[in-house]
């Protein structure tokens, strides 16, 4: 690894040898060294999960000039404490969760793996992006998202962020895209969420994860959800600092004998 050169740490929830995050490591190439600590297979969902009953492995796949992948057998966010304390030789300049197999917008924030990797980057202080396509297509084209990818990853390594605050972007499902639109974080939740089926040896249901996100706001044109449905590529900032601050201030007047 060149200490000259950025350092970014990858890591995603869809496996090391998916193609999002491998596309990924294409497009940044060029402009820094590479560390890439993912899982070892699908850990979609997986949020800010930590693995605290069994050990943890780290593993090297393969040592390019400029690249070094490993994968891990922990979550997303294990990933990202794991590389920082073993395999890093410093700080990273940048931490990227992606190029994710879905859409992280909207709620599916709180539920992502991806957007795992990027909470714990963020928590550890370091500047952190998340990159989605909004197809789960395992060999989707990645291609029309690598000028957006380049220039967002250099305007954050040139301008930094600020501290607790990280960034979603997601790109809708059919290029060409229209442009780049900031929005906020969509109001809506998913319904509907469970497919049953028999159990073939009896004994009850079998449940499989499904659902219908409904949008609760359809009309806005701020959130997340207009900029992809309009064929926009949605940039939404994202703060680790959770407290409700207009209801922190409306609390203090409540009475407690």
Not at 154 to 165: H, I, R
């Given at each position: 690894m060149d200490s000259q050169r950025p350092l970014i740490l990858i890591s995603n929830d869809d496996g090391h040898l998916a193609k999002g995050i491998n596309e990924l490591v294409s497009f940044l190439r060029p402009?820094?060294?590479?560390?890439?600590?993912?899982p070892d297979g699908p850990r979609s969902g997986m949020a800010c999960a930590i693995t605290s009953q069994l050990p943890v492995t780290v593993t090297p796949v393969s040592q390019t000039e400029g690249v070094a992948i490993y994968k891990c057998s922990g979550t997303p966010t294990d990933c990202i404490k794991l590389a920082l304390e073993t395999v890093v030789p410093r700080k990273p300049d940048l931490v990227i969760g992606g190029i994710n197999h879905g859409d992280n917008s909207a709620v599916n924030v709180h539920y992502s793996g991806t957007m795992g990797v990027v909470l714990e980057g963020c928590m550890k202080g370091i500047p952190s992006i998340g990159f989605s396509v909004c197809d789960h297509?395992?060999?989707?084209d990645f291609t029309p998202t690598c000028p957006y990818v380049q220039q967002i990853v250099a305007k954050v390594l040139e301008k930094g962020l600020p501290e607790g605050?990280?960034?979603?972007?997601?790109?809708?499902?059919?290029a060409p895209y229209k442009g780049?639109?900031?929005?906020?974080?969509?109001?809506?939740?998913?319904?509907?969420?469970?497919?049953?089926?028999?159990?073939?040896?009896?004994g009850g249901n079998l449940y499989w994860l499904t659902g219908n996100f409904a949008n609760h706001e359809p009309e806005a044109t701020d959130t997340d959800r207009f900029a992809i449905d309009n064929g926009y590529i949605s940039i939404t900032p994202i703060q680790i600092d959770m407290t409700d601050y207009i209801l922190l201030e409306a609390i203090k007047e409540w009475e407690f004998k």
């Amino acid at each position: 690894m060149d200490s000259q050169r950025p350092l970014i740490l990858i890591s995603n929830d869809d496996g090391h040898l998916a193609k999002g995050i491998n596309e990924l490591v294409s497009f940044l190439r060029p402009m820094a060294d590479i560390i890439v600590v993912a899982p070892d297979g699908p850990r979609s969902g997986m949020a800010c999960a930590i693995t605290s009953q069994l050990p943890v492995t780290v593993t090297p796949v393969s040592q390019t000039e400029g690249v070094a992948i490993y994968k891990c057998s922990g979550t997303p966010t294990d990933c990202i404490k794991l590389a920082l304390e073993t395999v890093v030789p410093r700080k990273p300049d940048l931490v990227i969760g992606g190029i994710n197999h879905g859409d992280n917008s909207a709620v599916n924030v709180h539920y992502s793996g991806t957007m795992g990797v990027v909470l714990e980057g963020c928590m550890k202080g370091i500047p952190s992006i998340g990159f989605s396509v909004c197809d789960h297509d395992p060999d989707l084209d990645f291609t029309p998202t690598c000028p957006y990818v380049q220039q967002i990853v250099a305007k954050v390594l040139e301008k930094g962020l600020p501290e607790g605050s990280c960034l979603n972007v997601n790109f809708p499902q059919y290029a060409p895209y229209k442009g780049v639109k900031t929005g906020r974080q969509t109001r809506g939740r998913w319904g509907n969420e469970w497919a049953s089926l028999p159990h073939p040896r009896g004994g009850g249901n079998l449940y499989w994860l499904t659902g219908n996100f409904a949008n609760h706001e359809p009309e806005a044109t701020d959130t997340d959800r207009f900029a992809i449905d309009n064929g926009y590529i949605s940039i939404t900032p994202i703060q680790i600092d959770m407290t409700d601050y207009i209801l922190l201030e409306a609390i203090k007047e409540w009475e407690f004998k």
